[in-house]
């Protein structure tokens, strides 16, 4: 039978002197990333697993009786039970995708021209970023107010270019609610993928751009051969954090038309909401919770698979 091998004193000694040293070295940077660690902690991972846990009970303040464990009987309920969850799911893809093409179909010229020679070109960067900066909930009154039926200023005008005869309740009707929502929501948005854009347009060679101008290549061959290609990277990244900024964009869609009329325009988000702030069904919005985050997981592994292989 072996005997283990003692290892002398000087070496352990040794060692030991070398793992106080490495602590001596880096306790002052764990010291500063302690309170973003205790935050994350307590604000992000902390309320996350607590919905997980509370997504099992039936717990609501409306009823009392305190909270009572159902197992998965929230889902079920959601799932196979309500006659809205799949129509709400099926408004929430239609809001992200929607929103995140309609940004990109608006950035890419934009970046594309702020990226050009102009006259006052600082100015017209700084402006473009004011949707952006802007608080969702105020561009929500505002775009409201252009919205109104009655004193709107999109009536207004479209009545004045003989575009309209009668007055359209935008955020009241059905078939125009989700058109005026996208465009609300365009408008705040493709300013930040507009930047992202912008800045990967510096990034390029000035050196490709004048090789393919010598070889002959027209304006939309450059743009397609040479352009595109370097903005794919930051378009890929770019696309992914807008799916998941507009998947969370509650406060837009409740400023307009608090999810009505009717459900026509809840999201997922809304609908959270609805039943945990309104209705004080703090089981049931928790599942809902829980569900979204779980969707939203789905789409970020769908889309990286999608577009993330050429980008990585």
């Not at 702030?277 to 789905?298: E, R, W």
């Amino acid at each position: 039978m072996d005997t283990p091998i003692k290892q002398p004193a000087s070496s352990i000694a040794l060692r030991n002197k070398h793992n106080r040293s490495l602590i001596k070295r880096y306790a002052f940077g764990y010291l500063l990333l302690a309170p973003v660690v205790l935050y994350v902690a307590l604000f992000q991972f902390y309320p996350l697993f607590d919905t997980l846990r509370l997504s099992f009970f039936k717990y609501s303040l409306l009823h009392g009786g305190g909270t009572q464990f159902t197992g998965l009987n929230n889902y079920k309920e959601l799932i196979m039970d309500d006659d809205h969850f799949w129509f709400i799911l099926r408004n929430s893809l239609v809001w992200v995708i929607g929103s995140t093409l309609l940004q990109f179909l608006i950035a890419v010229p934009a970046a594309l021209i702020l990226n050009q020679k102009l006259r006052l070109r600082g100015l017209w960067r700084g402006l473009v970023m004011v949707p952006w900066v802007s608080p969702v909930v105020v561009i929500g009154i505002i775009w409201k107010w252009i919205y109104d039926g009655q004193y709107g200023l999109l009536n207004y005008y479209l009545k004045l270019l003989h575009l309209l005869q009668d007055n359209i309740v935008w955020l009241g009707n059905e078939f125009w609610v989700w058109p005026s929502l996208l465009l609300t929501s365009t408008w705040k948005g493709f300013p930040y993928v507009t930047l992202m854009l912008l800045s990967a347009l510096q990034g390029i060679s000035s050196e490709m751009k004048e090789a393919a101008e010598i070889d002959g290549a027209t304006n939309w061959q450059r743009f397609l051969y040479v352009t595109l290609p370097s903005l794919k990277p930051i378009m890929y990244v770019t696309g992914m954090v807008s799916l998941i900024a507009s998947w969370t964009k509650f406060e837009m869609i409740w400023a307009l038309t608090n999810g009505g009329p009717g459900y026509t325009t809840s999201i997922l988000p809304t609908y959270l909401y609805t039943h945990a702030f309104v209705y004080l069904d703090l089981g049931k919005g928790a599942a809902i919770g829980t569900l979204s985050m779980l969707i939203v997981l789905i789409m970020v592994f769908a889309y990286a698979r999608l577009f993330g292989k050429d980008n990585s």
